[in-house]
T-cell receptor, first 115, second 112 residues
Framework: GAVVSQHPSRVICKSGTSVKIECRSL??????MFWYRQFPKKSLMLMAT?????????EQGVEKDKFLINHASLTLSTLTVTSAHPEDSSFYICSVQTGGPYEQYFGPGTRLTVT | AQSVTQLGSHVSVSEGALVLLRCNYSSSVPPYLFWYVQYPNQGLQLLLKYTTGATLVKGINGFEAEFKKSETSFHLTKPSAHMSDAAEYFCAVSDGNNRLAFGKGNQVVVIP
């Protein structure tokens, strides 16, 4: 498998500011990472597929200008929530796709609270 | 599009009793199916997966699941629940393009 970390684990920001969340693959060079959003007592919703060296692929309904994804290296993908609003408060989880068929290994998640 | 249905958001089970979590899927392609477990404030950990071959799949922590194509199901079971099994469990199906669609999850509570 792959060991995936996220930073920060929790962040509180004020409405209108931007916040960056990092996802690191510690022991695997990942060409593909995924970003999910998890609402309270709800399932995970795929936001986007992050591809190293190219633009991310966003799911329908996800604002690409609001959720900026950068995958500049094989070990790091970042999600920036721009001009955050309280409705952006959520648990954001990233995952790394390894070589196995459809295998994904998940980070511990980042709890974002926008006040 | 692929989708997963998990009924019953909360499942209570007595310690030592059978754990049964139901998962039904919809897929337009031959499905790859997964069960993940999530402990509080943590990411998801893969319990087991079905890709091809044997339809009864064994995973970690004593869990197993059986793929039944005729019933479009992939139910998760464990013969004897432990206190440490208290967590949230998610069933997921792949769409053939490495993307996963998750069910809403089951919160398992183990009663001593």
């Amino acid at each position: 498998g792959a060991v995936v970390s996220q930073h920060p684990s929790r962040v509180i920001c004020k409405s209108g500011t931007s916040v960056k969340i990092e996802c690191r693959s510690l022991d695997f060079q990942a060409t593909t990472m995924f970003w999910y959003r998890q609402f309270p007592k709800k399932s995970l919703m795929l936001m986007a597929t992050s591809n190293e060296g190219s633009k991310a692929t966003y799911e329908q309904g996800v604002e690409k200008d609001k959720f900026l994804i950068n995958h500049a290296s094989l070990t790091l993908s970042t999600l920036t929530v721009t001009s955050a609003h309280p409705e952006d408060s959520s648990f954001y989880i990233c995952s790394v796709q390894t070589g196995g068929p459809y295998e994904q290994y998940f980070g511990p998640g980042t709890r974002l609270t926008v006040t | 599009a692929q989708s997963v249905t998990q009924l019953g958001s909360h499942v209570s089970v007595s310690e030592g009793a059978l754990v049964l979590l139901r998962c039904n899927y919809s897929s337009s392609v031959p499905p790859y199916l997964f069960w993940y477990v999530q402990y509080p404030n943590q990411g998801l950990q893969l319990l087991l997966k079905y890709t091809t071959g044997a339809t009864l799949v064994k995973g970690i922590n004593g869990f197993e699941a059986e793929f039944k194509k005729s019933e479009t199901s992939f139910h998760l079971t464990k013969p004897s629940a432990h206190m440490s099994d208290a967590a949230e469990y998610f069933c997921a199906v792949s769409d053939g393009n490495n993307r996963l669609a998750f069910g809403k999850g089951n919160q398992v509570v183990v009663i001593p």
